[in-house]
């Protein structure tokens, strides 16, 4: 091999090393970035559900969710506490949605948080009615692919 052939040589090698190692910067870069994201989209929705739980009374609403669970007619007061708690559970859930879209959360954890959601849609009852109707009035207010989801889920239930 000659000089010159041995000097293209090296140049290919050092070639191909530049174009990985930029290959590999760039993909630590877009995590990096992408953990950002998540970060920042977890601390403002940790702010809400931290608002929001200021105005939960712990007392009222686990007699609030105890009369839900046994099908009794709640009073005004009740019912405004349940339905706080419902729109905290809703931001809650579409958080680790967000999460779990994102890769944060694998498939077997995001499962467990399925079957809260689904839980919410399945019993006929009380809490079944003030999840429903919690659904339908905070949706507007979450993200439109979570959104989507919670929506093809419920399809599945009916």
């Known amino acids: 091999m000659t000089r010159d052939q041995r000097r293209d040589l090296y140049e290919a090698i050092g070639l191909v090393a530049i174009v990985g190692s930029l290959i590999f910067v760039a993909l630590e870069v877009r995590q990096a970035n ?11 929705t940790q702010g ?6 200021l105005l939960i009374d712990s007392t009222v609403l686990a007699s609030a969710s105890a ?9 005004a007061i009740e019912a405004k506490q349940y339905t706080i708690f419902h729109e905290l559970r809703w ?3 579409e958080r680790v949605y967000y999460l779990y879209t994102n890769g944060v959360f694998s498939d077997q954890e995001w499962a467990a948080y399925k079957n809260g959601i689904a839980q919410s849609f399945v ?3 009380t809490v079944w009615q003030l999840s429903r109707e919690s659904w339908e009035k905070n949706r507007a207010k979450l ?3 979570f959104v989507a989801y919670v929506d093809r889920l419920i399809k599945e239930l009916e």
């Open 34 to 44: 992408l953990a950002t994201l998540v970060a920042a989209r977890d601390s403002a």
């Open 48 to 53: 809400h559900i931290d608002y929001m739980a």
């Open 67 to 75: 009369k839900a669970a046994e099908n009794k007619e709640l009073n």
């Open 91 to 93: 931001r809650h859930y």
């Open 123 to 125: 019993d006929k009852n």
């Open 143 to 145: 993200s439109a692919d």
